[in-house]
């Protein structure tokens, strides 16, 4: 993106984050709250007080869509580039720590106890982001056709792998007995896919690296 | 492991090429050469030409595989056509 672009992205978000403010603010003092409270809208009835925090929703929605259209055009962009330079992605090797989140798949324990959500189960697939240690060692590479033949060996074992894990859990998850219990039974079944899925992601990066690197010759320069 | 004798090396180093010259005017990587030329990497018709045009020698000539399998193969499927 380029700075002038930025500063202008920057520059609606703060109008909009100020619309947004002064419409609450307006809906507090003078509106009962209306939109800023949560409120029953199949009984709605229009007024005119609602009209600056209806505005302001709307530029909120049209900036979100902004932002979504300039993401979508530097992905494209950087897909463009990346086609042509057939250089891997640079990536540090440290993002491999981000790994470490996984652990905060264990929270669901916490919340299925406190107010029996289970979403946080989800988060045991940031175990896959430590394939970000092996993906920034081979960052800057050229993706010459050992290298395709390579990750296409790894991708392919690694979903072998995931799926097996998928398909094992679906036969024995799917009797929906585990300790007699169907939510426990759903539990077990979130999170053997969720980590299903951290390894695939961990051992596409893992065994591409590996392949890549395996059986290196001694012999250097000749 | 590819089953073939590699004889890059010695064409190679006739026509006085460094591994990572050879590797960048075919578009490989260094790596890839020293695979190649251990016999440890089986390469795609493309990149064996592109070989083969830059050290100045026939594909054959550089890769040879190993004849007795070969013919040994061969005179198998031709008795199994016979019969």
Redesign the interface.
Known sequence: MKKNSTKITIFLGVICALITAGSSWYSVVFNDSRFVVPMDLSVYAFRMQDLPMIVSGILFALYILYLFAMLMRIIRIKKQNGASSRMTKRADPRLGLLGFFGFTGFLGFWTYQADKTVFPFVFFIFFGFFGFFYEGKLSA??M????CENKLKANYSANKAAMYIIFFATVFLGQGTLMGNLEYTFIAYIITVALAIALNLFLSSFLLYRY?HE???K???? | MPDFVCRL?RY??LMDL???QLANQV???R??I??L??A??N??L??AVDISRAVGTPIEEIFIFDLEEFNSRDTGEKNGEKN
């Open positions: 590479t050229l010459d056709e050992r290298y890549d059986e290196l010759p012999e250097s320069e000749g | 090396k190679r180093q460094t591994q990572e578009g490989v990587r790596e890839t020293m695979r030329e251990k440890q990497y390469p795609s493309k990149l």
